[in-house]
């Protein structure tokens, strides 16, 4: 055997070494390939309905949302309503009403004056203080005291 010879077999030895390594790379491959592909098809079976179930949802929120939006307009309407109302009950009464209560108020007062001390048991005398003044009857405790 030459030189040439045994360099014809180790290069064919080793051509024959990459050419297994690349099918089993291949095969390798082609496996996880098909896995992907499996694992595609079980997503898109198990999205569509997903997005089916997400599409009914957004379209309920939507009409839900409607109403609500109904709701609060009359809400709106209702409170303006309510204000007007309010201010025409507070102009129509309020005036009279505190004319009237300040009326009661001027009976009373009027009322109580005509009452005397001595007149009402237990009642005492009406004191004024002045800042800076000792009350006659303060100073008699204090010469008692």
């Not at 309510?82 to 004319?99: C, D, E, I, R, W």
């Amino acid at each position: 055997m030459t030189g040439g010879e045994v360099a014809g077999i180790l290069v064919a030895v080793f051509w024959a070494i990459l050419v297994s390594f690349l099918a089993v790379v291949l095969v390798r491959l082609a496996q996880t390939l098909k896995a992907t592909t499996k694992m595609v098809a079980d997503v898109t079976e198990q999205a569509v309905p997903l997005l089916v179930d997400a599409s009914v949802t957004v379209r309920s929120a939507q009409t839900q949302l409607d109403r609500v939006d109904a709701i609060a307009s009359d809400v709106q309407e209702v409170t303006s309503n309510a204000s007007a109302l309010s201010s025409t009950v507070a102009s129509t009464f309020g005036g009279p009403l505190v004319k009237v209560a300040a009326f009661g108020y001027g009976v009373r007062k009027a009322l109580g004056r005509g009452r005397d001390a001595e007149d009402v048991p237990g009642a005492t005398t009406r004191r004024t203080v002045i800042v800076g003044r000792t009350v006659p009857s303060a100073r008699r405790r204090k010469q008692k005291g």
